[in-house]
């Protein structure tokens, strides 16, 4: 027992000497970051957040269900993503290994002569052997055994790391839980966008129909020395025009098409969608909650989360290195000139045990510079977490404000549609009575498909908000 105590008085006085010679040890300061966001989205007062609602039930079209299963599938940049969730997880298994104790087996055999001038030649040519038991020239060595190195982490330094790295795979996830957010958005919203075009390329058509009528009334007029070639000129010009911009349409429909079949992964081809149902989309407003719960259902905002933790833990194992080290090695095995005395025990057996006590004394200046970056990068993890956060908060803002100025301008919009469609048989009539001019009939068609394509873009920009909307608060990866 005094002697069990002796060696723990010996060991206490080597660690404490040990500690004294690694010099001053920096303190730990580690930055807060603010998490304290405004209590509610201006006079909203919504409890329910939208963010938990799955995007099945967010978008109901079976079609677009479709596009974005198949992209969760298929989408490369998704895949890329996942293979860096793969490789952080692997990185937490190569850091836990590292504090836990290494077993190694090995098997070797080697032939050696001796120079009989060198100091082992020396010494064996004075030993008293007889003949019959000399030593064989050369001398062999067979030897087989097993060895353990271990590191004892008392200072956490491993440890810490191995958190680090658990926390930053935890953050790969979210950032591929934010990825599946911005992928599922950027889908619906190229899909309302087509749907958008079918639209507006539809109301064209049916106002390149509505001008060539008018433009078969001018020419009778024209006939009838009502009107003059000016009138037949300017309308046959219009209805060229619009057919001309039926082709741009149609390229756009193309694009768009092909975005999507970008983001789900495959080559060109047709886009299944039901546009006739477009104008009946209408768009509900969304419970928002409070701004708390973005904390808790955003991705982004999770992911810089866990990265400013890993980054606290960074700075721990980055002091712990001014720390000393306690390592311990072992091996036993067997060790014999001849094989035949190679299992022979205990006089083949050999076996060590080393401890080592490390720790940095002169030249510390890469430690101190790792230790100084460690705290750099934590306090950039403080500013990125709350750039994050404030920008989720304003990103909800953005999108309220947004729905609300959308659904008015709607309205007004569609009351803008409904006396212009009016007007056209208002001036078409009025110009056969010669009661107006050619020019009103002609701006009037204008102005009414002008005004109807404004209203597709309208309704476009509702759906696309709602999905903003449904974005910002953290919604789509569930």
């Not at 850091?95 to 087996?105: A, M, N, T």
């Not at 905002?301 to 311990?328: H, M, N, T």
């Not at 009016?422 to 010669?434: E, K, V």
């Amino acid at each position: 027992m005094g002697s069990t105590n002796r060696s723990t008085t010996h060991l206490s006085l080597v660690v404490t000497l040990a500690i004294s010679l690694s010099g001053c040890v920096p303190a730990l300061k580690l930055r807060e970051a603010r998490t304290d966001p405004p209590a509610t989205y201006g006079s909203s007062m919504d409890t329910t957040d939208a963010a938990i609602i799955p995007w099945r039930d967010m978008y109901t079209d079976p079609d677009l269900r479709a596009l974005i299963d198949t992209a969760l599938l298929n989408n490369q940049e998704l895949n890329i993503l996942l293979q860096e969730v793969a490789i952080a997880k692997n990185e937490v298994r190569a850091r836990k290994g590292e504090y836990l104790p290494f077993l190694d087996v090995s098997a070797g055999a080697d032939v050696e002569k001796v120079g009989e001038f060198t100091r082992n030649g020396a010494v064996e040519s004075q030993l008293p052997i007889r003949e019959e038991e000399a030593f064989p020239e050369p001398l062999p060595n067979y030897a087989f055994g097993a060895g353990l190195t271990w590191e004892i982490d008392i200072w956490k330094k491993l440890r810490n790391a191995k958190k680090a790295a658990m926390m930053r795979y935890l953050g790969t996830v979210e950032g591929r839980n934010f990825m599946v957010t911005h992928l599922v958005a950027e889908i619906a919203t190229s899909y309302y966008e087509l749907m958008a075009l079918d639209n507006q390329l539809r109301i064209l058509q049916e106002n390149i129909a509505i001008q060539q009528d008018a433009l078969g009334i001018v020419r009778l007029e024209k006939q009838a020395a009502k009107v003059t070639e000016l009138a037949v000129r300017r309308f046959e010009a219009e209805v060229l025009k619009n057919r001309s911009k039926q082709y741009d349409i149609q390229q756009m429909i193309v694009e768009t098409e092909n975005r999507i079949n970008y983001l789900v992964g495959r080559y060109p081809q047709p886009v299944r969608r039901n546009a006739t149902s477009f104008s009946a989309l209408a768009p509900d407003s969304l419970p928002i909650g409070v701004p708390v719960q973005l904390l808790a259902n955003r991705p982004d905002i999770r992911q810089a989360e866990l990265e400013l933790e890993a980054s606290k833990l960074d700075v721990r194992s980055a002091r712990a290195r001014f720390l000393p080290s306690i390592g311990l090695r072992a091996g036993i095995g067997f060790n014999a000139f001849d094989p035949a005395y190679l299992l022979e025990s205990p006089a083949s057996l050999t076996y060590h045990v080393v401890g080592d006590l490390v720790a940095p004394l002169i030249n510390r200046n890469a430690i101190r510079a790792a230790y100084n970056s460690a705290s750099a990068r934590q306090v950039q993890a403080v500013y990125d977490y709350e750039r994050t956060v404030i920008g989720a908060y304003i990103d909800v803002v953005n999108q309220l404000n947004n729905i609300e100025n959308l659904r008015n301008s709607y309205d007004l919009r569609r009351q803008q549609v409904d006396a212009l469609t009016s007007s056209i048989t208002i001036s078409t009539n009025l110009f056969r009575s010669a009661r107006a001019d050619y020019m009103e009939v002609l701006l009037t068609q204008r102005d009414a498909l002008e005004s109807r394509f404004e209203l597709v873009e309208t309704r476009k920009a509702q759906l696309n908000a709602m999905v903003g909307m449904y974005q910002a608060l953290g919604g789509g990866w569930r």
